[in-house]
């Protein structure tokens, strides 16, 4: 069976057995279909302690955050509002806009379900707890923080007392608001200057040479099913050095289909050889074998494991993508996002009559709702094989 289709049975199975048993669950969690959250104070005095101690350092930082929140609030909008025009008039020029739809624009595979899931957990808990710190260093209350399981995605939140919220100067309520899309921005800048330097991440434990190729995944149905299989290292081919995917392709487009290929590998931590016969490209006017691959980076101490570049460096990836993306996409002024109070008490600033303020708020609302409707629309029928992972 299916390993996607078992590890479906196993979540729903989890999920009924939570909701037949939330009547016997404590007060502190709260079940609704496919989440489960657990309240608690227990946490409160971590996050007092994080946003008393350093109370300047935190407003200056939110302060900024503030203003570049606005800022990534212009620009997304107009970068939307630019995608949109080239989606109608140029579609080759545009970038697809996609909402993340598992098995749609997500792939069910397990590498990018983990690499997803655990993204999403960290953008959460640095989001959440920033917006508690900010409300600390405020003196705004904090009444609770939790845990809580959306389906798969552990995540966590901080409940800040609405009603001393809603006391705060503006300057104040700016800065939580604006505190959980700042942490998101600086969460993938911090994880951009890893990926910028990836040799030096991994020089400790590995060399910094690639000396052949990692067998990620075994597409079924191609030559490399039966004969391949997942974390292979591919050293050589008919005696060639493969280092990379782009070497890979390089010497098997000067290879005709149907030809019988020697392959050199590592295997289980012993070098075999297998002889493979190569297909022809669907696509593309060359052979192919039908496999995902990952530069190999031998490991300089025994105990590290191989495979851990490939994971680490698509951990990163992914929560570079996911962190700067909900970070911007958080800042646009659009119903229950921080960007529609942020924007809100700027507005409010700046036109006085309150009644106006918040027309020309609700009117931002709609039209960054359609510009991202139409985004989204247009990028999916404009590029229906689009997907992450």
């Given at each position: ?348 600033f700046l036109i006085k009559d309150e009644k106006k303020a918040a027309a020309v708020s609700r ?27």
């Open positions: 069976m299916d390993p996607l289709i078992i590890a479906a049975a196993v979540v729903l199975a989890f999920w009924s057995a939570i909701w037949l048993a939330k009547q016997f669950l404590p007060k502190a969690f709260d079940v609704k279909p496919f989440l489960i959250m657990w309240k608690t104070t227990r946490f409160n005095d971590v996050i007092d302690r994080l946003g008393t101690r350093l109370k300047r350092l935190w407003k200056i930082l939110w302060t900024l955050g503030a203003a570049i929140c606005v800022g990534g609030s212009i620009f997304i909008f107009y970068f939307l509002l630019k995608n949109m025009v080239a989606l109608f008039i140029e579609p080759g020029e545009a970038s697809p806009v996609s909402l993340i739809i598992p098995g749609i624009t997500l792939s069910l595979n397990f590498n990018t379900i983990l690499f997803f899931s655990i993204s999403i957990a960290i953008i959460l808990v640095f989001h959440e707890l920033s917006h508690g710190v900010a409300a600390r260093a405020e003196g705004i209350k904090v009444k609770s923080t939790g845990l809580l399981l959306l389906a798969i995605i552990p995540g966590a939140f901080v409940e800040p007392d609405e009603e001393d919220l809603k006391k705060a100067k503006k300057s104040s309520q700016a800065r939580v608001y604006a505190a959980g899309s700042t942490a998101n921005i600086l969460t993938a800048l911090v994880v951009l200057v890893l990926l910028t330097n990836p040799m030096a991440v991994i020089s400790p434990l590995y060399e910094t040479e690639s000396t052949g190729i990692q067998v990620t995944e075994v597409i079924k149905g191609t030559p490399a099913e039966g004969s391949l299989r997942a974390w292979d290292v591919i050293l050589r081919i008919n005696g060639t050095p493969v280092n990379s995917s782009e070497s890979l392709s390089r010497l098997l487009s000067g290879i005709a289909p149907n030809s019988t290929v020697q392959i050199e590998l590592i295997r289980g931590g012993l070098p075999i050889a297998i002889n493979l016969t190569l297909g022809k490209h669907p696509s593309l006017n060359s052979s192919y074998i039908g496999i995902t691959s990952y530069p190999y980076f031998a490991p300089k101490n025994p105990i590290a494991p191989a495979n851990l570049p490939f994971y680490l460096f698509g951990q990163l990836n992914w929560l570079y993508l996911l962190s700067l993306n909900i970070g911007l996409i958080n800042m646009m002024p659009i119903t229950a996002f921080d960007g529609e109070k942020l924007i809100g008490i700027l507005l409010r009117a931002l609302g709609v039209a960054c709702i359609g510009i991202l409707f139409l985004n989204v629309s247009l990028s999916f029928i404009l590029f229906p094989s689009f997907r992450l992972g």
